[in-house]
């Protein structure tokens, strides 16, 4: 679970991130409206803590434009106004939680789990993924070749790799979403590094039942 906080006060921005971080969650940060807008066209994110107070592009703007544009991504819309007619207004806006600072942080906690649930049920449907000759079962962390029949032994971290790389259904998987996804160690020194030999490893196993391509400046996809 990716969690994007947007919000302008930096040391509470900081603190959300530290605790989020802690819980377990990978999380990146954006101070203004248009860094978000950035980051979630580059990046697969899962839920967004939105301030609506942001200077220049607002909350509200970036919301809308969330909307407009069909991004699949919850909102939590962070705000001081404490009015239902602003609460109303925010949730009209498409947001689908809305919390009202000053907020405890484990009704915040309750709200993401919410939210984790909500999207887990929604996809039910998705439990096995396929992509060419591949089968991925993410109830039983399985990985099948030959339509089914042949299993593949990975490792966490291979399995995490391809799971991210069929999520993208052929699209590019940068080194950094990878890293930040299946491994959130921010001991490890040379993160492309890793990735790329967990990358040669998984080709191996995985033959020509399926084929990873590399881009330089885009990553991984499954071709």
């Known amino acids: 679970m990716r969690i994007l906080i947007v919000e302008d006060d930096r040391e509470l921005a900081a603190a959300l991130d530290d605790a989020l971080h802690y819980e377990g969650y990978a999380t990146c940060v954006a101070a203004t409206g248009v860094e978000a807008l950035q980051i979630l066209?580059?990046?697969?994110?899962?839920?967004?803590?939105?301030?609506?107070?942001l200077p220049v592009l607002s909350g509200d703007a970036v919301m809308a434009t969330i909307a407009a544009n069909r991004i699949p991504v919850a909102v939590i819309m962070l705000t001081a106004a404490a009015e239902i007619s602003d609460r109303v207004s925010g949730l009209d806006l498409g947001a689908d939680d809305y919390l009202t600072k000053p907020f405890a942080y484990p009704e915040l906690l309750a709200r993401i789990r919410a939210l984790q649930r909500r999207a887990g049920k929604?996809?039910?449907?998705?439990?096995?993924?396929?992509?060419?000759?591949?089968?991925?079962d993410t109830t039983r962390r399985l990985?099948?070749?030959?339509?089914?029949?042949?299993?593949?032994?990975?490792?966490?971290?291979?399995?995490?790799?391809?799971?991210?790389?069929?999520?993208?259904?052929?699209?590019?998987?940068?080194?950094?979403?990878?890293?930040?996804?299946?491994?959130?160690?921010?001991?490890?020194?040379?993160?492309?590094?890793?990735?790329?030999?967990t990358i040669y490893s998984l080709r191996r196993?995985?033959?020509?039942?399926?084929?990873?391509?590399?881009?330089?400046?885009?990553?991984?996809?499954l071709a």
């Open 41 to 53: 066209a580059d990046q697969t994110v899962d839920i967004v803590l939105l301030d609506r107070d």
């Open 122 to 136: 929604g996809q039910a449907t998705a439990a096995v993924l396929t992509h060419g000759d591949l089968t991925l």
């Open 143 to 197: 990985v099948f070749r030959d339509q089914g029949r042949t299993l593949v032994k990975l490792t966490p971290k291979e399995y995490g790799i391809l799971l991210e790389l069929m999520r993208a259904d052929g699209g590019y998987v940068s080194v950094n979403e990878l890293y930040e996804t299946v491994w959130d160690d921010a001991s490890v020194s040379e993160p492309a590094d890793v990735i790329k030999t």
């Open 205 to 221: 196993k995985l033959g020509e039942a399926q084929t990873i391509e590399s881009t330089r400046g885009e990553g991984y996809r």
